[in-house]
T-cell receptor, first 109, second 115 residues
Framework: ELKVEQNPLFLSMQEGKNYTIYCNYS?????LYWYRQDPGKSLESLFV?????AVKQEGRLMASLDTKARLSTLHITAAVHDLSATYFC?????????FGEGTQLTVNP | DAGVIQSPRHEVTEMGQEVTLRCKPI?????LFWYRQTMMRGLELLIY????????DSGMPEDRFSAKMPNASFSTLKIQPSEPRDSAVYFC?????????????FGSGTQLSVL
């Protein structure tokens, strides 16, 4: 059974700081997704990583994938309050996604 | 396209009653997924369909849950009889199913409360 673990689960950071969220998974996969969820809202796709070494950037967020280490990272640069949300990674295991527990990020002024 | 459309947005019912959740996927998407989200268990895949055919229903909690997809533009998730532990947010999602298209597009969810 595929297990997807994120850490940290809760992250409180100051505006302007940098931080990284980690996503580890237990079985071989070369497709990984990052989603954002605002409180009481649906999930919004952020990144799709489809191969080893894939790196994607959008604004202050950058995601990478290391399939050999079974690890993806979501790096936040110079955080702003608008980034406060819960971030999920999800791993593809044959047409179905298994989600991590989510990382609740709070960016304080 | 209006995106994945779910109804109702909120449902409050009493234990033992039948509940039906509805979903309209994005036109042209071949895959449809039903997820449940709770604080305790996070996001769980309940069932998914490919071209209207159920492919994997191993996540369906028990026989009280059933899902159908009678055509490419409509799916239902039914709980009968409902129990308080079924209270959760139920999301429907759809995808194209190939390469970059495997990205899931989620509906707004149905917040279910079973009293």
């Amino acid at each position: 059974e595929l297990k997807v673990e994120q850490n940290p689960l809760f992250l409180s950071m100051q505006e302007g700081k940098n931080y990284t969220i980690y996503c580890n998974y237990s079985t071989t996969s070369d497709r990984l997704y990052w989603y954002r969820q605002d409180p009481g809202k649906s999930l919004e796709s952020l990144f799709v990583l489809l191969s080893n070494g894939a790196v994607k950037q959008e604004g202050r967020l950058m995601a990478s994938l290391d399939t050999k280490a079974r690890l993806s990272t979501l790096h936040i640069t110079a955080a702003v309050h608008d980034l406060s949300a819960t971030y999920f990674c999800a791993v593809d295991s044959g047409s179905r996604l298994t989600f991590g527990e989510g990382t609740q990020l709070t960016v304080n002024p | 396209d209006a995106g994945v459309i779910q109804s109702p947005r909120h449902e409050v019912t009493e234990m033992g009653q039948e509940v039906t959740l509805r979903c309209k996927p994005i036109s042209g998407h071949d895959y449809l997924f039903w997820y449940r989200q709770t604080m305790m268990r996070g996001l769980e895949l309940l069932i998914y369909f490919n071209n209207n055919v159920p492919i994997d229903d191993s996540g369906m909690p028990e026989d009280r849950f059933s899902a159908k997809m009678p055509n490419a533009s409509f799916s239902t998730l039914k709980i009968q009889p409902s129990e308080p532990r079924d209270s959760a947010v139920y999301f429907c999602a759809s995808s194209l199913g190939e390469g970059e298209g495997e990205k899931l597009f989620f509906g707004s969810g149905t917040q279910l409360s079973v009293l």
